[in-house]
């Protein structure tokens, strides 16, 4: 079965760098869109950015995430990466790994914490 499990979420302070890791099983995960799809407290579930099956070659991100935060993918091992930079309290949220099917959301990982916080 499809199995998604982040890690590599914590505590930050404002300024610093996190970079999160999704390690996909049960699928051929260099055939599928890949997201990361982010929770704050209190709100309501946000996108963040996407990236292409094989090489990765096209991205999109949230206009919140433009600039700071890069996607990345190693097929080889099955991994999804989200390098986040110039963290502010704004990006404090659960992170989730999310397997695209058909252009909507399919599995969910069960996401990893950041908090960002001085």
């Known amino acids: 079965q499809v199995q998604l499990v982040e890690s590599g979420g914590g505590l930050v302070q404002p300024g610093g760098s996190l970079r999160l890791s999704c390690a996909a099983s049960g699928f051929t995960f260099s055939t599928y869109w890949m997201h990361w799809v982010r929770q704050a407290p209190g709100k309501g579930l946000e996108w963040v950015s996407s990236?292409?099956?094989?090489?990765?070659?096209?991205?999109y991100y949230a206009d919140s995430a433009k600039g700071r935060f890069t996607i990345s993918r190693d097929n080889a091992q099955d991994t999804l990466y989200l390098q986040m930079n110039s963290l502010s309290s704004e990006d404090t949220a659960v992170y989730h790994c999310?397997?695209?099917?058909?252009?909507?959301?399919?599995?969910w990982g069960q996401g990893t914490r950041v908090t960002v916080s001085s």
């Open positions: 999310v397997k695209d099917l058909d252009y909507a959301y399919d599995n």
């Open positions: 990236i292409s099956p094989g090489g990765g070659r096209t991205t």
